[in-house]
Structure formats: C-alpha cells, structure tokens
C-alpha cells in the first residue's frame, strides 16, 4: 500500500483521531481469478456501495467481528482482460479493500484479490493538498539545519489548523482563551462568532479571532441558542491543543478581584 499517510508533530497529535475517524479514499486494482464479462463486474460492484456488512481478514489488528461499514461510492476506472478491475472506492474509516475485493470474487463466484492499493486521500487531505515523501522532508531539514532557510519547511509541514477545516467552528473571544486552554468550558459570554452549522451535539473547533486553534469539543447549544443566550455553556472542550499561557490569564485576574471584594 501507498499513498496519503498524515503525519502530527507535537502537540498536533492530538488532532490524529479526527483524521482517524474521517473518511478515506483509495484507488485499488483487483484481480479476479477467472475472466468475467464486464457488465456482471459492474452489476455486482454496484452491490456494494452502501451499507455492507464486513468481517474484517485474519491478518488484521481488530476483532474479527462482523460489522457494518458504509461504502460512499465505487467508480470503476478501468476493465482490463474482464479480470483486472482498476477501482476509486471512497468509504468510511475501518473499511478493508482487499477484504472488498474478496467478497466481490466470491458474489461473482469466481474469487478475486486486491492486488495494489494506494490511498488517494484521508479527510480533507489527498495528494493535490501537500503530499511529500521522506526524502523531500529530509532535504527540507537539512537546508534549514544547515542554512537556516525555512522555506521548504514552511511548505512541507502544515499548521495544525488545516486539520480540522471539516468541523464547524466557534470563534472566541481574547478573554476566554486562556480558560478554555486550561481545560474550563465555553460559556456563552466568551463567543464572539459561531458558524450556522453548529448543532447541539456536534463536534466544533474553537479557535481565537485570529485563527489559531484552541481545542475540540462537543457543542452544547445549537448556533441559534447561542446567539440568542446571554449565558450558559455552549461547548465542553473534549480536546485541548493550545498549551496555557499562551494568553493573557483574564480569567484569573477576574476570579482574583472578585474573591477581594
């Protein structure tokens, strides 16, 4: 397998379960064990694009248990010689492409096995977005090591932000952000802007009004509540990214006057 594998540095590792969990992109080639005439390939293709129940292989790291996964869409690229079957498959995350393609072969009744794979994209990146290979970062790092120029870094390893482009987004104030990077809740007053799309229970990045990401969470009102509220929490934190101290503590100051009086 080749392809799209996101790398985290620091403390943006603890962005990786989101990308974990987003959906993922491949182009595979498989090969059927007898010749099959092309429209029974498409037909039974089409079959599985959709819910689908998979076990997942004996050489896997998860239980071997059966279980539901969605394939979002299947475009077939390329028939060659009715046995080879070039594939674009886009499912969600915990989908088997060769266990895909062993249960084609065996609906189609003749067996198959994915022979190549490569993964074309993983959330929101793919390989127009920023792929590079180790070389290339190699090279990257011994021309700042060696001459100070940051330019290919720059270009190469991507701020953390992008890694959540997908989530819906709360933006807060300078005020409220060394709380919430100490791991307090976002409470209404700390809001200053909130995308429409933010549904209670939904998943929200909070960031500051310059862009910097601050932390994943879980949206305790819909955006219109907030709007509306005057007070109350509208996220749990669930993920902190920026490290405290970041930001002037106003909190505390705040807390400390109000404990004098």
Known sequence: MSGVLVIALENATKVLKLLVESSKEYVALMELHRAVDRSSIIDVVNMFVGEI???PPIRSSV???????????IDILEIHNDRYVLMKVNTEPGTYIRKLCHDIGLVLGVGAHMKELRRIASGIFNEKLNLVTMHQLSEAVYLYEKHGDESLLRRYIL???FAIAHLPKIIIRASAVDAIANGARLAV????YVNDSVARGSRV???TTKGELVAIGVAQMGAEEIIAADKGIAVNPTRVIMKPG???????RKKEASEEI
């Open 63 to 73: 239980k071997r248990v059966l279980r539901v996964r969605r394939v979002n869409s």
């Open 246 to 252: 970041v930001y002037p503590p106003l909190w505390r």
């Open 53 to 55: 129940y998979q076990k």
């Open 189 to 192: 007053p700390g809001v200053s």
């Open 159 to 161: 701020p953390v932000e």
């Open 205 to 207: 990045a909070i960031l």
